[in-house]
């Protein structure tokens, strides 16, 4: 607990898997008093009246009913990253709390890490990398072979922020992009990186090489990807997701995976987080796994913290707050 002149925010805490950003914790102690979980639970009376604003980190601390309950005084969520499917926006609206995100520091990092994971499928980087350093290395095989990127069809599913910036990046590849989004982007956009919109999503899936995921999870996208919209993708066709785990079906993809009906897939995010130790795709030699970590650098970390701390404090004012998510 700091300075309790200052207006109380609620965070995970500063300790454990759930604690929040160890590169947070002062820059938010310049403005606000930090009160964690433990210590609200221990004693709520003194604390409840206090927290204005909770601080959500990696989906933590849970937002439900019961907490929104025990906050009377609380004005608004303040949570990390774009993705919001861990929080019930009605449910928070209707207690009169206001909600604000970090679209503009997640979406170059992501967009890069999307290309990375596309660029490292493609041509085969992480296996390559194990054979370069294996000890029983002797000769390289010279029929070693990739797929390659420039000029592919890249299909992009999901053409917010981060799938426009992917757009961007594919562009200089010279590869032609294919689209499918809820609403469709504006001509001019569309025009800037060359992109053609597919209203049908099975278009999409049946003419690219590769499929790239960028859409946010909800009740319609949940498991968008499963076995019949794999098997509209090419044999030599490479799916990346850069979403939400929940967006593919995982049983189906490995069923994919393992017959050759799609060629490979690189996950940044799967559901759960990580994936049980014996999960088959944790297996399969034609997956490439990273730990949920498209926005993790150091520059992207130091913006969502200046985001929200703004948001928070024009909330606190009375002033219009950036990033403010609005119920559709």
Known sequence: MGDQELPGVLVSGFEGPHSICEDHIRKLQKHFNLITMQEFLENKTQFSQNIQAVYVWGGWPV????????LPCLKII??????????????IAGFGVKVANTPQAVSKPTADMGMALLLASARKLVKGHQLAISPDTKNFNINWVGQDVTGATLGIIGMG????????????????????NRTRRKLA???????????????LLQQSDFVMLAASLTPQTQN???????????????????????????????????????NAAALDVTYPEPLPRDHPLLKLKNVT??????????????????????SI?????GLPIPNEVLLK
């Open 313 to 317: 404090l024009a909330c606190l004012n």
């Open 189 to 203: 956009e569309e025009e800037a990186v060359g992109a053609t919109y597919c209203e049908r999503l099975d278009d």
């Open 289 to 310: 796994l990273t730990p949920h970590i498209g926005s993790a650098t150091h520059q992207a970390k130091r913006q969502m913290v200046e985001n929200l701390v703004e």
């Open 63 to 70: 937002i439900d009913k019961e907490l929104l309950q025990s």
């Open 78 to 91: 303040a949570s990390v990253g774009v993705g919001l499917d861990h929080l019930d926006l009605k449910l």
């Open 224 to 262: 968008m990807i499963g076995k019949r919209e794999l098997r509209l993708m090419k044999p030599k066709g490479i799916l990346i997701n850069v979403g939400r785990g929940l967006l593919v079906d995982h049983d189906a993809l490995v069923e994919a995976l393992q017959t050759g009906i799609i």
């Open 161 to 180: 922020a981060i799938g426009y910036k992917i757009a961007q990046r594919a562009k200089a590849f010279e590869m032609k992009i294919l689209y499918h």
